[in-house]
């Protein structure tokens, strides 16, 4: 397996997807995820949606050398607290839940927040 394959089946295996599942979110088949996590494919294709629907940086995916999951500067989030505390807070109760949620109901959000991202036709 190559250091990129078993960095996406770890994640993978993470964030409790099936192959299969995890092709579904990257719009590509069980058997390319499969080639992939086997060093068969590089997925060069598809790596920012891996690293995306995966919540690892893509750096990481590539070389296993950069964090995995990058935090939020400390300054970062202290302006984010500064500038409007009860979004951060309101923030943080949806994280504290998302945690709590099984993968369905995880793809069920993200389904649900991709529609609010879509602008109807004029």
């Known amino acids: 397996m190559s250091g990129l394959g078993s960095r996406v089946k770890e994640a993978r295996l993470e964030m409790g997807l099936s192959q299969k599942a995890l092709g579904d979110l990257v719009h ?11 060093g068969k494919s590089k997925a060069t294709y598809t790596i920012g949606k891996l690293a995306e629907h995966l919540c690892v940086s893509v750096d990481w995916l590539l070389t296993g050398n950069a964090p995995k999951r990058p935090a939020l500067e400390d300054q970062q989030l202290q302006s984010m607290i500064q500038q409007n505390p009860r979004q951060y807070a309101v923030t943080n109760r949806i994280v504290e839940r998302l945690t709590q949620l099984e993968p369905r109901q995880l793809a069920a959000i993200e389904s649900l927040l991709d529609a609010f991202g879509k602008h109807p036709e004029t």
Request: no cysteine.
């Open 28 to 38: 590509v088949s069980q058997q390319n995820i499969w080639k992939i996590e086997s």
